[in-house]
């Protein structure tokens, strides 16, 4: 079904409905998620605020809604003929985990676990608002 939105919409408003504009990777993640929750019923089953699915689910809202917000910023400086900064960035050191194992970014099993030096566990680095 085809969604038509005018040439006028404010890209960056609750008027878009991001699930249908990324239908097919949503619906991707939608049921990959309810496969590993298969897995294990019932641990894994969505068991309200603060449930280790639901906090992965709020998650990857917020990471969508985010990715959505930045290609429209970064096809408007396109646009404007302009660049346009990132002033916070993936930790090149843990690639966000903000953890690493036996010193590397590879989550692994018994290996030692320690705080990422370069973000001291933020998984980020650089500061937001600032760029
Ligand atoms: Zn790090």
Redo the contacts with the bound molecule.
């Keep these: 079904m085809t969604q038509l939105y005018p040439a006028n919409i404010d890209l960056e408003s609750d008027e878009i409905n991001l699930e249908d504009v990324c239908a097919s990777e949503w619906a991707a993640y939608k049921q990959a998620l309810g496969t590993v929750i298969d897995l294990d019923p019932d641990r894994l089953s969505m068991g309200g605020a603060g449930h280790s699915v639901s906090l992965l689910e709020d998650a990857v809202v917020v990471l969508f809604c985010a990715s959505w917000h930045a290609g429209v910023r970064a096809a408007q400086a396109a646009s404007a003929g302009s660049g346009f900064a990132v002033p916070v960035t993936s ?1 090149p ?2 690639y966000g985990h ?1 953890r690493l194992w036996n010193g590397r970014s590879v989550r692994r099993p018994n290996a030692d676990e320690t705080t ?1 030096p ?2 001291c566990d933020h ?1 980020a680095v650089g500061v937001a608002g600032i760029g």
């Design positions: 930790c050191g843990c903000g990422c370069a973000c998984g």
